[in-house]
């Protein structure tokens, strides 16, 4: 059960323990929209170094569902702000992550879209956080198909992707 406190501090409280605003924002989210949000709480530090490190050696990055930023940082510890590109559905969190990482390229909108719209540069790193085992079936397949049409304009490309289930998240286009 979920309730507001009284006081200087306020927050949000699950049955007793604090609720950071963005992981506030995370169930709000969920509860309006629960196929495009994928995790309740962001992704830990170490799967954004595995997946930061999984993108090494690429030209640039293009994040793909950069949700609240823990890829992202991890991603600039290997790039230059110039060599990336987020893009992030809420506004809520692109904004945040603009403010957090000034310089930093932050697109609000469909990951699809920024596929299709993406300046095709070789060697470029895919990297994305997009809740695939709760996406509607359509959508995947449209991204499925514009992420080949994408890699096949853009030599050397690679997509790194993570997914919480024992199997891939998509076919391989």
């Known amino acids: 059960t979920a309730y507001r ?3 200087k501090t306020g927050g ?45 050696g690429a030209s ?4 793909l569902g950069a949700g609240t930023g823990p ?14 590109r987020c893009v992030e559905l809420q506004p809520q969190m692109a904004t945040r992550l603009q403010r957090e990482h000034p ?7 469909c990951a699809l879209a920024a596929l299709r719209d993406d300046v ?6 895919v990297v994305s956080s997009l809740p695939f085992r709760s996406l509607p ?6 991204f499925v198909r514009e992420l080949g049409l994408f890699l096949h304009r853009c030599p050397d490309a ?9 199997r891939a998240p998509f076919s391989p286009p």
């Open 5 to 7: 406190t009284a006081g």
């Open 12 to 56: 949000v409280r699950l049955n007793g323990a604090a609720i950071s605003p963005m992981q506030s924002h995370l169930w709000t989210h969920l509860l309006r929209s629960p196929r495009t949000t994928g995790s309740l709480v962001p992704s830990s530090a170490h799967l954004a170094r595995a997946m930061a490190d999984c993108a090494r």
């Open 60 to 63: 640039r990055v293009l994040e």
């Open 71 to 84: 890829v992202t940082l991890a991603l600039r510890r290997h790039f230059d702000l110039a060599q990336m």
């Open 103 to 109: 310089g930093l390229t932050v697109v609000h909108g």
């Open 120 to 125: 095709a540069a070789p060697g470029t790193a």
């Open 137 to 142: 079936d359509a959508f995947k397949a449209e």
């Open 158 to 166: 690679f997509v790194v992707q993570f997914t919480y289930q024992p």
